[in-house]
């Protein structure tokens, strides 16, 4: 990133000769505004800096004496140059004030505000971007580009398939996939009602075993956290938070079917289940033989379980 005078960061400490002369040119710009900058303020100036100093904590320096009193003394006119000024400021900050030890790093008291390195610098204003969700700026579209924009956002949607129709769709695999099950269990008689029973429970078990492991994902505090604020601002998601629900969903989803097989031998085993295992437990014991659709036996299950939870 290229840095001018005026853009130069107040708490950086210059780690170079290229950034010492930012930093100098960037403190006379605020302080002696139309003086030149000379060789030897520089060489004032690079002795703060080799000693952690950076431009603000000048600032404050020339400004403030060590105890925190307001100690400003303006300069004295054309009569004192800025180098004068800078030193006479500047000496209060030696541990000895009444000598002017101003070879030794060591003699300079703590700068009176903290400094960092560029690279720290610029690392924390990447992750604060993103942060705030905002990327590297763009240059604004033409009106060509803009047209090529929307016509791309327009096939989109053309071929992204309704929500609803997608959860139909994956209904409608549940049920071959429940389908492709009950088929290859062994045939028995008409009579024989208990196996009958058995295959329903069966079934129910697989309902609700599905209901649980998508609970799962709904009570997930990423995937919670992130479509409630989508909910509030009434937007879609951007590319990083749809990389960040993608990561929660498949988490959860293997959560769910490691807590599925705890539930399911809980009682054999006798181990203690985490939150998520708790909930599925509740999903199979709610598991029961309604003779619903799909879609309404979840519904169902949800609604018996969040009723149960929510009394304890």
């Given at each position: 990133m290229a840095f001018t005078p005026k853009t130069w960061?107040?708490?950086v400490i210059p780690g170079d000769e290229e950034q010492a002369e930012l930093a100098t040119r960037k403190l006379f710009l605020e302080v002696f505004p139309g003086h030149p900058v000379t060789s030897e303020a520089k060489a004032i100036l690079d002795r703060w800096y080799d000693a952690g100093w950076c431009v603000d904590a000048i600032k404050v320096a020339l400004d403030n004496l060590p105890q925190g009193q307001e100690g400003f003394q303006p300069r004295r006119g054309d009569q004192e140059s800025p180098e004068d000024f800078l030193?006479?400021?500047?000496?209060?900050?030696?541990?000895?004030?009444?000598?002017?030890?101003?070879?030794e790093r060591n003699a300079r008291l703590a700068p009176p505000r903290a400094g960092q390195s560029?690279?720290?610098?610029?690392?924390?204003?990447?992750?604060?971007?993103?942060?705030?969700?905002?990327?590297?700026?763009?240059?604004?579209?033409?009106?060509?580009?803009q047209q090529a924009r929307e016509q791309a956002q327009e096939q989109a949607r053309e071929r992204r398939p309704d929500p609803v129709a997608r959860a139909r769709a994956r209904d409608a695999r549940m049920r071959e996939a429940l389908d492709s099950l009950h088929a290859e269990l062994p045939l028995v008689h008409a009579e024989?009602?208990?196996?009958?029973a058995r295959h329903d429970q069966h079934e129910?078990?697989?309902v609700a075993a599905y209901a649980a492991r998508t609970a799962t994902v709904k009570h997930d505090p990423t995937v919670r956290r992130v479509l409630?604020?989508?909910?509030?601002?009434?937007?879609?998601?951007?590319?990083?938070?749809?990389?960040?629900?993608?990561?929660a969903v498949r988490g959860a989803q293997q959560r769910a079917s490691l807590g599925t097989l705890d539930a399911a031998t809980a009682d054999a085993t006798n181990t203690v289940l985490d939150e998520?295992?708790?909930?599925?437990?509740?999903?199979?014991?709610?598991?029961?033989?309604?003779?619903?659709?799909?879609?309404?036996a979840v519904a169902v299950l949800h609604a018996q379980v969040d009723a149960a939870t929510s009394q304890e």
């Open positions: 960061p107040g708490r030193v006479r400021r500047l000496r209060k900050w030696f541990r000895d004030a009444d000598e002017d030890v101003d070879s560029l690279d720290m610098h610029l690392r924390l204003k990447r992750q604060q971007q993103l942060n705030d969700g905002l990327g590297p700026s763009r240059r604004p579209l033409t009106a060509a580009g024989d009602s208990a196996a009958d129910s078990q697989l409630a604020r989508l909910a509030e601002e009434r937007r879609r998601p951007n590319a990083q938070e749809t990389a960040i629900l993608r990561r998520d295992g708790q909930r599925i437990l509740a999903y199979l014991d709610h598991a029961a033989d309604t003779g619903l659709t799909l879609d309404q």
